[in-house]
């Protein structure tokens, strides 16, 4: 059974560095095929995708954040790492981590998701 | 980037009911397309995958069809807990991109 969980801070503060921790059970990172993503949700908006991060350690961004995310993977710990550069209020969402179908670049497995609001 | 329109953006339907959602591509995404539905306060749900093909577990009344830049989901005999926002999912290109989301309520 594959579930995952996001954690981090629930408010930060504008200019800082969001930190969101993605733990998960039931499949593998080192499994070739393998890929667990980021997508965001402003409340009352639509489903924005953010990053993924492949078992072989192949990244992909969204170009319109790409200078201030970075991911990376702990395999032994079955975790993966969302940073986020220079919050701003607008960042306000709601960020999910989920499993992407192996070989496939869509999300099948979906995280709880996380409130986190950006305010001084 | 491409962009996802979805149509309606919001619709009314009775328990029984056929409902049909379109999304529009801006480019053609041959058949990577996929659906989801988003209980309020919950994290979105995989129906369709690749255009056509229903994710395990999904009630035969949900189905998706379209190629190229049109796609469709349909859900036949609504049901109450049908009652969702709805969106649709490119995953032909990065960044992979999503539709606006339709709002399926209760006549």
């Known amino acids: 059974q594959i579930t995952l969980k996001e954690s981090g801070p629930t408010l930060v503060k504008p200019t800082q560095t969001l930190t969101l921790t993605c733990s998960f059970s039931?499949?593998?990172?080192?499994?070739?095929?393998?890929?667990v993503g980021w997508i965001r949700q402003p409340p009352g908006k639509a489903l924005e995708w953010l990053v993924i991060?492949?078992?072989?350690?192949?990244?992909r961004y969204n170009p319109s954040l790409k200078s201030r995310v970075s991911i990376t993977k702990d395999t032994s710990k079955n975790q993966v790492v969302l940073r986020m550069t220079n919050m701003d209020p607008v960042d306000t969402a709601t960020y999910y981590c989920a499993h992407n179908a192996i070989n496939y670049d869509f999300p099948d497995f979906w995280g709880q998701g996380t409130l986190v609001t950006v305010s001084s | 980037d491409i962009q996802m329109t979805q149509s309606p953006s919001a619709l009314s339907a009775s328990v029984g009911d056929r409902v049909t959602i379109t999304c529009r591509a801006s480019e053609s995404i041959t058949s990577d397309l996929n659906w989801y539905q988003q209980q309020p306060g919950k994290a979105p749900k995989l129906l369709i995958y690749s255009a056509n093909s229903l994710q395990s577990g999904v009630p035969s009344r949900f189905s998706g069809s379209g190629s190229g830049t049109d796609f469709t989901l349909t859900i036949s005999n609504l049901q109450p807990e049908d009652f969702a926002t709805y969106y649709c999912?490119?995953?032909?290109?990065?960044?992979?991109?999503f539709g606006q989301g339709t709002k399926v309520e209760i006549k």
């Open positions: 999912h490119q995953t032909y290109g990065t960044p992979y991109t």
């Open positions: 991060i492949y078992w072989n350690d192949e990244k």
């Open positions: 039931g499949f593998s990172l080192s499994t070739s095929g393998v890929g």
